[in-house]
DNA sequence: TTCATTTCTTAACTTAAGTGAACGATTTTA
DNA sequence: TAAAATCGTTCACTTAAGTTAAGAAATGAA
């Protein structure tokens, strides 16, 4: 399990021994059943994630509804905004199935960036990365319907479609639940055509 | 309006006089007037942007049509998606208005960041926030109605409103000109009740 | 296993966005 | 300056998403 986090680690910087010691040594990992809230609205959190194994999300509440807005799944990371910006968390974050994680709070990155100067640079090419590819699905999601989205989901991740329930799915799509439905029912009917 | 940028990088580090000369003999200022386009869809531009003055925008050209998908004024900074994934751009950049920019392309920030290792962290740190609020921008799009976004982005940048035309915040907003027209004309008349 | 809860789908109705067209008003450019 | 192109708005019509409600299916807990 730990060579999947070294997998990753290795696409952006290369460790010595003693390096990945020093990073087994902080023990990290974590398993988390499906269902376990990792952070509630209003908390000011210091952790990060990194999914090794399962599918965490994170919700807002709003009128009382659930709104999903993101997944992570394997090889994905995650760094609550509460972390960067100190201010209160405005989502929850909860696990979608059994799941194995990393879980690093800011301060033993801060030891970590300034033991190993690599990391620095790791972590600034990543969250580079991360805000490019941020930015053209927020593109994509502007210029395209909600059925051009689910199309797209079906093509980029459909994984997630088996994995999550519909109505996580879609307010991730940016409409409701029936609407899901609906928008599904009519793609089946072109394809019967 | 050397200043402006020190201010914003001040917000990160803080500079010597020497390395503040350094930046300045790269000679990174560059005037741009209304409708120079600054990327074309397919190049595999180096280049990175921050607004001094002025307002620019990034848009996606589909069925022939123009969509806007981000703006950038004063303090902001844009890095191109092809600059950090080499892949010909998807989108096209060009000045809303006549602006003052700098321009830097990654070969400089290579140097400048192994010159001086605060620029690294500096960078690392800026697209951490940036990321993190990107984030944020894209689950409230999600999670609110056009009409919300509308009101949304009168709170947030009312600016915008007033600089830029109409069918450019339509899609910027997700939804066609005369959608925008319309919805617009209803919050007006809601506001006469 | 059974009961309760949650989840997914369907349907009828409402509301709002997309579409195509028309019209001045503004801006561009020849 | 005159003609052409672009821009913003309005309208009528179409399409699709939101809303409310109901029921079937799946899931979870006692």
New interface residues.
């Given amino acids: 399990m730990q060579n999947l986090l070294f997998d990753f680690i290795s696409k952006y910087v290369s460790l010595t021994e003693d390096e990945k010691n020093a990073i087994l040594s902080l023990n990290l990992f974590r398993p988390a059943k499906k269902g376990t809230t990792l952070l509630k609205k209003g908390q000011l959190s210091q952790d990060s994630y990194f999914v090794l194994k399962g599918c965490i999300r994170?919700y807002?509440v709003?009128d009382g509804e659930e709104?999903t807005?993101?997944f992570y799944t394997e090889m994905d990371a995650l760094?609550p905004?509460c972390v960067?910006?100190k201010t209160p968390s405005?989502?929850f974050i909860s696990c979608v199935e059994d799941s194995i994680l990393t879980v690093s709070n800011s301060d033993m990155e801060v030891e970590i960036n300034s033991k190993f100067?690599k990391f620095?640079?790791m972590?600034?090419v990543l969250?580079?990365?991360?805000?490019?590819?941020?930015?053209?699905?927020?593109?994509e999601?502007?210029?395209s319907s909600p059925e051009q989205r689910y199309l797209n989901l079906l093509q980029k991740r459909p994984d997630l479609i088996q994995r999550v329930p519909q109505h996580q799915l879609a307010?991730?799509l940016?409409i409701k639940p029936q609407s899901l439905s609906r928008l599904r029912a009519r793609i089946l009917e072109k394809s019967r055509e």
């Fill in positions: 994170t807002y709003l709104k807005t993101a760094t905004h960067i910006d405005k989502y100067p620095e640079k972590c600034r969250s580079e990365e991360l805000l490019a590819k941020e930015q053209i699905d927020f593109d999601f502007k210029t307010s991730y940016g």
